[in-house]
């Protein structure tokens, strides 16, 4: 062999062997070394990586065991990482690599009680200069032919909630097909997640990384609420019980010009749901809630949820002595629960890169650290476990990143947090990244500003941009409902407010739902169908549109059991509702809101009603059944029922020995508070048209009543039987008087007609009544012939004929009296008996029949006080009450010392809150007529004038102002100050310039060029004069002075007066208008407990 060739082979042979010996030795080891020094580094927990392969001929490269945090519980780590590069990256001008394959990632994701994240501070980042801005570039030319993450891990722990959130996802499997940087070249992946109790995360699709979008399917399947409920727990007082969710969407992403999301064929599943209170009371409990056919649009803000199915939905709620819900209260009164820290763990082996291949198939523990080394590790103190070599590197870098690097953090990243520890004047803290310390640098700088700095910065106007910015409406979402079926829901509701709380059930009920949309414009389907107590059942359906809100309903009501109403009128009337229906069939047509407008037609019945008399335990009212017959009622305009049915109607009425009735003696007197206001309130109410009120005919049928007079001794009582007949139309808008038509018996065999007509809703008007009495056994009136006559009667028989008419007030009434057979029995001792012979009167009356005929007409005027007394005495009332509610103040005064003066206003001199001693009078005055009346209680509105206390405010806020200016130049330089500002005098030779910066501070500009001109006195004189006007005008310091004067009232009555503090309220401050006249009355006013 030539010696050329010799050499040429021999150069060969020794170049490969060099390159085996570096690509399969040297490189790796090499590679090695440098990254386990840079881990050392910059990394501030434990780093290490175990060993690195590199196959120079197939260019494969393989990481072994990278492990970062400690060895049982490594917080980032893996058990290998292949790629394989190809040598077509070389003419083809883009990195491309044909597998590249991570086996056995583990990831600790841990959030401490700050919400700092433990991978933010895994690595100290070095400070670097600002970078030159980047011209906008293509992205550097990548392919990947196959990415594959097998075997993989994640744990994550947030100990931000009072009870952490501890959870892994184990196995996490990732798959990645023809990843590019290339412009519209795509990849295909594939995600699967095991989560605790069960849970799955399946996530598969298409990837495009220029521009970025991707599409493809994701789902959730079967996770457990309970893993993220103290998210929700320490916001809201609702205990989760049971609760499993589902989700699965096709999706549709582009990120190429604006966020563009697209959801199709989404759906939801929530089954076993059930939340109590804290105190475990069952608050709701849901058997399932299907979602599906749902479609998201983010660029459209429109949502369209295609189908709802829920089954089994069952509530329970009560309103409590207060009037609020208890679910009001439990929301009202709730407090975040205390912190829990994380139950311990025990110790396992995680470190993906020690761990055996079968062993990482297995299903992983959560970390095992706990929440206290997790936070120790998320806040960097575990680097002072670290080997001292690595401990000197750190020190080495931190005195190469002076105050200069913790000035600079905001822009690099996280923060280092040894390095600040070392740093004599940065922050303790250390756990926080660069933009958290500028943050906490500015939280600082606020809490050291005064109240009132705080308050002038607030009242800052934004800069335009952002006013036009926040005066633009933002899009509302577009949500549509398809189709909505509820099924089987109950609710247990229970009112604790009346005396005797009162159980209600609802359901089940059934609720159908079309075409609900967001925007409210259009008409959706309502159908509802539920029981409502033990028989009760309540059916409605048709159409509501929201905006404007609108409603075209048919309702249908059966066996409302109307005891439920016993508790609510009990407080009113001493009656007891035994028993008694509501069945209706309506038409409801609500037109408008606001203002209210609706009518209802239809008709109603009301059966097996019986109610009972508690006093006398007695039957007071009842019916067989009333019908309301073509009801059609028009709010506030009109009434209108065709007919009005009555079945066996019955009532009692007595008249008792002391001359009360049983239906005055069932009235319960309301306190004079409420019925003063309601009658207060009922004079203040603007006058409104009055409801027409039509009946077309009342019927009556088989009726009966009782009357009783106790008055009389021996007692007397008789009965009605068999009362039948008609009242004609009755039309309050209809001068035509409605006839009457009713006959009955009295103790059964004496007849009774009642006939004629009447206008029942003005009988003064016109009324035309006739009443006969046939036959009448006149021993039923003994005891009114011993009470007035003296002599019991022993027979005969009573004719009455009775005829009352009235016409325009006048009444003319002819009473006819026919006595048959009447003897009279023994005398009977009575203080009210007539001391006349009766007994030759009654028989020179009789005639030769013997009958007595006695004529009795009566005619008087019924709107003469001498006719009628009563009118005089209500008018009197009447004058008294509106005397009262016209000028309460001055009616009061009267209480106090005899005095007329108006009591309810209190002047104050501009721009002070300090009582005159004229004020301070007409206050102990007040407070000695508001002890006459505890029922009253007092209001005190605040009232501030910008035209009389803006100047004053305004000087005296400007002389605040000198004076925290002052104080923070002090403190500046260092003298001593006192510690408040307002304990400072100013200089006055201070105060110009001090006002030029409150002058530019105050009104955002500089003085005016012209200003230049004027001498200096002018000149501080304007500047002082513009700011003192820009502070005249603030709302926020008018309010704070009309408060101070209200609670310098309050403190008044209160402390000096003796009164009660429950007693006064504090309302809204009021501003007052006008020119300034030196004094700005605070006005009070009166109202009922």
Sequence with gaps: ??????????????????????????????????????????????????????????????????????????????????????????????????????????????????????????????????????????????????????????????????????????????????????????????????????????????????????????????????????????????????????????????????????????????????????????????????????????????????????????????????????????????????????????????????????????????????????????????????????????????????????????????????????????????????Q???????????????????????????????????????????????????????????????????????GPLDLDLQNVDSLGKTPFDLKLKTGLGNRGQVQASGQVVLDPVSARLKVSTRDIDLRVAQAYISPFIRLELRSGFLGSELAVDLKSVEPLAFSVDGSAEVSQLHTLDTIKDRDFVKWTKLTLNGLAYRHEDSLSIQSVSFEEPYARFIINEDRSTNVSELIIPQPASSSGKAAAESKNAPASKPLGIH????????????????????????????????????????SQPAKVDIKGKVDKYAPVTIAGELDPFDPLKKLDITTSFKRVELTTLTPYSGKFAGYRIRKGRLNLDLHYQIERSQLKAENKVLLEGLQLGEKVDSPDAVDLPVKLAVALLKDTKGNIDIQLPVAGDLNNPEFSVMPIVWQTLRNLVLRAVQAPFKFIAGLAAGGNEDLGTVPFAAGSDELTPEAQANLDKLADALKERPALRLEVEGVASAAADGPSIGAKRLELEYQNTYYRMLQRRGDKVPSDAKQLEVPENMQAPLLEGIYRTRLKQQPPAEWKELDSDERTAKMREAVIASWAKSQVLLRQIGQARATRIKDYLVEKGQLPDDRIYLIDVSFAEGEDKGNVDTQLHLDSE
């Design 436 to 506: 958290e310390t500028a943050k906490t640098a500015e939280i600082d700088k606020a809490a050291s500003d005064s109240p009132q700095q705080l308050a002038d910065t607030a009242k800052t106007p934004p800069p335009e941009s952002t006013k036009a910015a926040a005066e633009t409406p933002a899009k509302p979402w577009h949500i549509v409902l398809r189709d909505a079926q509820l099924r089987g829901y109950k609710a247990h509701l229970v009112d604790r407010q009346p005396a005797t709380e009162v159980p209600l059930e609802v």
């Design 1 to 434: 062999m030539p010696k050329g060739l010799k050499r040429a082979v021999s150069a060969l042979l020794i170049t490969f062997l060099v390159y085996c010996l570096l690509g399969f030795l040297l490189i790796p080891g090499i590679g090695l070394r440098v990254a386990n020094q840079q881990l050392a580094q910059y990394a501030t927990v434990p780093a290490r990586l175990e060993r690195i392969e590199f196959n120079p001929f197939s260019l494969e490269l393989t990481l072994w065991g990278l492990r970062l945090g400690e060895e049982k519980n490594p917080q980032l780590a893996f058990r290998r990482l292949y790629a394989n590069l190809q040598l077509d990256s070389l003419w083809k001008r883009q990195l491309h690599l044909a597998d590249v394959e991570l086996e056995g990632p583990h990831t600790e994701l841990l959030f401490d009680e700050k919400g700092q994240l433990n991978l933010a501070s895994l690595f100290r980042i070095p400070p670097s200069e600002s970078p030159e801005p980047e011209q906008p570039s293509d992205p550097f030319p990548l392919r990947i032919d196959r990415i594959q993450l097998a075997e993989g891990s994640l744990h994550f722990q947030d100990l931000r909630p009072s009870e952490p959130v501890d959870f892994s996802f184990d196995p996490l499997g990732f798959e990645l097909h023809n990843l590019s940087t290339l412009p519209d070249d795509g990849a295909k992946m594939t995600l699967l997640a095991t989560g605790p109790n069960g849970g799955r995360l399946d996530w598969e699709g298409d990837l495009t990384l220029v521009p970025i979008t991707s599409r493809g399917h994701l789902s959730v399947k079967d996770i457990q609420l309970k893993a993220w409920w103290p998210y929700v727990r320490d916001n809201a007082p609702l205990v989760l019980e049971n609760g499993v969710v589902s989700l699965s969407s096709d999706y549709r992403l582009d990120l190429s010009k604006d966020t563009q999301l697209l959801l199709d064929k989404a759906a939801l599943k929530l089954a076993d749901f059930s939340i109590n209170s804290p105190q475990g009371k069952p608050l709701a409990k849901l058997a399932s809630l299907d979602v599906a056919a749902t479609t998201l649009d983010l660029a459209k803000q429109e949502v369209v949820l295609g189908e709802v199915r829920s089954q089994g939905l069952e509530a329970w709620a009560a309103r409590e002595k207060d009037g609020q819900l208890d679910w009001q209260k439990l929301f009202a009164d709730f407090t975040p629960p205390p912190r829990k820290a994380p139950a311990p763990k025990p110790a396992e082996n995680t470190d993906p890169a020690a761990a055996p291949t079968d062993a990482a198939k297995t299903t992983r523990e959560p970390a095992t650290d706990g929440a206290a080394k997790a936070a120790a590790i998320a806040s960097g103190e575990a680097s002072k476990d670290r080997p001292a070599e690595k401990n000197a590197s750190v020190a080495e870098t931190e005195r190469a990143t002076d105050d200069k690097e913790s000035a600079k953090v905001a822009e690099g990243g996280a923060a280092d947090k040894v390095a600040k520890q070392e740093t004599s004047e940065a922050p303790k803290t250390g756990k926080a990244t660069g």
């Design 695 to 734: 009946i077309g005919g009342v019927r009556i049928n088989n009726g009966s009543a009782n009357f009783a007079d106790l008055t009389l001794m021996p007692p007397f009582g008789t009965a009605i039987q068999q009362l039948s007949g008609e009242v004609g139309t009755l039309d309050t808008r209809n």
